[in-house]
């Protein structure tokens, strides 16, 4: 005859079945990079895009040599919007990331227009495909959004209103299933220094930056990776932080061409800019284990 479970027993039993694995196991490790601003023509302002793509080059071998769990792509594939060989250079060396590795392609301003308008977005779609969209991995939910639309949606009025709908919505889903993190991509910084910070070229004007921050806090988002300043910059707004990542095509300020290697673990995302000429040979997702203290 069995003997009867006791009350602790119980409780683990009906955990097991009832709690999400997610909750009862951590997860493992894992990471992505960010490339941003491939921006083909950038240096010799569209006479050429050699350097552009050699650049380029060099990020896709070193993305093949590390092999992450997926590859975003965060805006101004080309730097003049809709050339033909510019396009097509871009995505003959995008095309070369391993097909194992998953690719997301983001619109800059340089791919659909400062102001765009429905026939330059729909021009965008025709040959990379939405531009705005939900994506998943391992508990990450990774939200891609056109942020030249809210950057300046004068002559776009009724996607910018299908977006934020469309945003909420996701954001919904994502908080529903209980994602670990739910990061969002995008071109446009949503702030440089700090959320209150003035309107100016490289940041979302502040009368939409508050709304969305709201909305961010809302359902729990915590980063967001961004490109456009061809440079880098980290700030937070509370809990939630704004990584801009520096180009791998030409770079602004003194700043120097790179990628941006990001770890995903249970609690947080760390991550780090690496120059070109610094690439690591491969990533450790393994924390350092602690200094021991002399006695």
Not at 97 to 122: C, F, K, M, Q
Not at 271 to 289: I, K, Q, T
Request: proline share 7%; with cysteine; aromatic share 10%.
């Amino acid at each position: 005859m069995s003997r009867p479970l006791r009350p602790l027993r119980l409780f683990f039993l009906f955990a097991a079945v009832l709690l999400p694995a997610r909750i009862l196991v951590a997860a493992a490790p894992f990471y992505f990079i960010q490339l941003s601003d491939p921006q083909l023509g950038m240096f010799t302002n569209n006479r050429d895009f050699a350097q552009d793509a050699a650049n380029f080059e060099f990020a896709v071998t070193a993305v093949n040599r590390l092999r992450p769990a997926f590859v975003v792509i965060t805006g101004d594939l080309v730097h003049k919007p809709g050339d033909p060989a510019q396009i097509a250079e871009y995505r003959r060396i995008a095309g070369l990331i391993d097909r194992s590795i998953p690719v997301y392609h983001i619109a800059g301003n340089h791919d659909v227009e400062n102001a765009p308008t429905p026939e330059s977005l729909a021009a965008y779609r025709k040959i990379f495909g939405p531009d705005r969209y939900t994506f998943r991995h391992q508990g990450l939910v990774g939200i891609v959004l056109n942020s030249s639309v809210i950057h300046t949606p004068e002559k776009a009025a009724a996607e910018l209103a299908e977006q934020e709908r469309w945003l909420r919505a996701e954001l919904g889903k994502a908080k529903a299933e209980g994602a670990r993190h739910i990061v969002v991509f995008q071109h446009h910084p949503w702030f440089i220094k700090n959320a209150a910070e003035a309107d100016q070229y490289f940041n979302i004007p502040l009368a939409r930056r508050a709304a969305y921050m709201a909305l961010f806090r809302e359902f729990g988002v915590r980063y967001l990776f961004c490109g456009h300043y061809h440079r880098n910059a980290e700030a937070k707004d509370g809990e939630i932080e704004n990584v801009t990542s520096g180009p791998v095509g030409k770079p602004l300020g003194g700043a120097k061409s790179g990628l941006r290697v990001a770890i995903v673990r249970d609690d947080r995302i760390e991550h780090r800019y690496f120059e070109l000429g610094e690439l690591p040979v491969a990533v450790d997702v393994n924390p350092p284990a602690p200094k021991k203290t002399k006695k």
